[in-house]
């Protein structure tokens, strides 16, 4: 959580333009229903524990105060205690064993909250979402000896000498090397949308997204982390920014 703030309050002036600067951005003189709050579609940026992620979603109105929303980004997964170092002239992550990429894809509720006491210009929600998440992993080292750590002697060409480094490998060279793994994920949230009518939706999202897989992730080197990682779990800030997919022709 620590680092979530640390991150959040690096990105706070551009909260504070996202939210100053959306009221210019609207056609303020479009009439609109509570319903055609519900019915958007748009992008997302995620700052998490991981660091960040991007991706799209849609709601979809099913009466003036519930929406059924569906989402999804893709961004890394990263363990706590990895630490970045450089070393003759490179960088290298201290116990890392995998770059890890997860693609949570989830639907669920968007429950607008106090609709008949507060103005359409701010319009807070609870969200109760679940859904599959595809991960994929692949090797941040080259592990010639196959015990999950990267070692700084090893004999990676069979003549017995402990003389060699495992090497690390580049993201796009590890990429042939790669399986995909399937879980599933959830989040819980509060946010709220903001706004004087018109087309345009910005809001602003708070709330706790896990990842379960069955076989589990492997992020640190086994020296660290002897089992792989079933529960993968983060708090999440979410800016998102969009359309409302209402029609010209039933606002006018």
Excluded: W
Excluded at 108 to 133: A, C, K, W
Aim: proline share 4%; aromatic share 12%; hydrophobic share 40%.
């Amino acid at each position: 959580m620590r680092r979530v703030t640390m991150r959040f309050r690096s990105i706070l002036p551009l909260i504070l333009l996202f939210v100053a600067g959306e009221a210019a951005a609207q056609d303020n003189d479009l009439p609109l229903t509570p319903r055609d709050y519900g019915n958007r579609a748009g992008v997302q940026v995620l700052l998490t524990n991981h660091g960040f992620a991007l991706g799209g979603y849609y709601t979809r109105a099913v009466s003036d105060a519930v929406s059924l929303v569906f989402d999804a980004n893709i961004g890394s997964a990263k363990d706590e205690r990895e630490a970045q170092f450089l070393r003759y002239g490179n960088t290298f992550v201290m116990g890392k064993a995998n770059y890890v990429l997860m693609l949570p894809v989830q639907g669920g509720l968007m429950i607008r909250l106090f609709r008949h006491s507060i103005e359409d210009n701010f319009r807070p929600y609870v969200q109760l979402s679940g859904g599959p998440t595809i991960a994929f992993q692949a090797p941040y080292f080259d592990d010639c000896n196959g015990n999950g750590n990267l070692d700084e002697a090893v004999d990676c060409t069979g003549d017995g000498e402990l003389t060699e480094r495992e090497e690390t490998l580049g993201f796009f060279q590890a990429l042939p090397r790669g399986n995909f793994k399937f879980g599933a994920g959830a989040t819980i949230a509060m946010g709220a949308f903001f706004g004087e009518g018109g087309r345009t939706a910005q809001g602003l999202r708070i709330g706790y997204s896990f990842n379960y897989f069955a076989d589990g992730v492997q992020l640190l080197e086994r020296r660290h982390q002897e089992e792989p990682r079933r529960f993968i779990g983060t708090p999440t800030i979410t800016l998102s920014i969009g359309r409302l997919l209402t029609s010209p022709d039933a606002i006018r």
